[in-house]
Antibody, heavy 119, light 111 residues
Framework: EELVVESGGGLIHPGGSQRLSCAPS????????MSWVRQAAGEGLEWVSV???????YYGDSVKGRFTVSRDNSKNMLYLQMNSLRVDDTAVYYC?????????????WGQGTQVTVSS | QSALTQPASVSGSPGQSITISCTGT?????????VSWYQQHPGRVPKLLIY???YRPSGVSDRFSGSKSGNTASLTISGLQPEDEADYYC???????????FGTGTKVTVL
């Protein structure tokens, strides 16, 4: 069974930084397309970033230039480095594996990790 | 990249069929066969229902079906059941530099 588990959330001051981690089991991040998706309380889903198996990365407009997605193939881990955090970055952050058919859908989701940006 | 447009709410009685629309543009929904749908119960993790417009993952009830016409994709729930009460989101691949976008979400109420 394929699973992912996120960690690293917490309370951060505006302007601060935080790194989220995602630990997969049952598959390897290096051969998968992996995304981060977030959801503010009472709001909808917002796609944040993706890293393709070849290493290409893409970001949503609201986080571009501030967030960086990366992976460590030797540790089989995915990361999201978040800098210059703003109050409106407050959300549950989900790590999601993208389906291995067209690689355009999210077939495995973690339980999420809460990030709260507040002074 | 603007979110895809979904109705805020849809309701139906048990046993009825309902359809949720997801409207985009030629740059996303209309340009690709890469629309997916997700169900999210309150406080729970999103669950994949439909991918590539019409395909159901193993284990998803055949009461859920997807289709697309032009720039609008649709999710139909047949034989509505109380446990179908949840939020539903569409998603599409896009041509933009940010290659994925979600819909605004639809709350389904079973009357």
């Amino acid at each position: 069974e394929e699973l992912v588990v996120e960690s690293g959330g917490g309370l951060i001051h505006p302007g601060g930084s935080q790194r989220l981690s995602c630990a997969p089991s049952g598959f390897h991040v290096g051969t998968s397309y992996m995304s981060w998706v977030r959801q503010a309380a009472g709001e909808g889903l917002e796609w944040v970033s993706v890293i393709y198996s070849g290493g290409d990365t893409y970001y949503g407009d609201s986080v571009k230039g501030r967030f960086t997605v990366s992976r460590d193939n030797s540790k089989n881990m995915l990361y999201l480095q978040m800098n210059s955090l703003r109050v409106d970055d407050t959300a549950v952050y989900y790590c999601a594996k993208m389906g291995s058919g067209s690689f355009t859908y999210f077939d495995t989701w973690g339980q999420g990790t809460q990030v709260t940006v507040s002074s | 990249q603007s979110a895809l447009t979904q109705p805020a709410s849809v309701s139906g009685s048990p046993g009825q069929s309902i359809t949720i629309s997801c409207t985009g543009t030629l740059n996303d929904v209309g340009g690709f066969k890469y629309v997916s749908w997700y169900q999210q119960h309150p406080g729970r993790v999103p669950k994949l229902l439909i991918y590539d417009v019409t395909y159901r993952p193993s284990g998803v009830s055949d009461r859920f079906s997807g289709s697309k016409s032009g720039n609008t994709a649709s999710l139909t729930i047949s034989g509505l059941q109380p446990e179908d009460e949840a939020d539903y989101y569409c998603s599409s691949y896009t041509t933009a530099n940010n290659p994925f976008v979600f819909g605004t979400g639809t709350k389904v109420t079973v009357l």
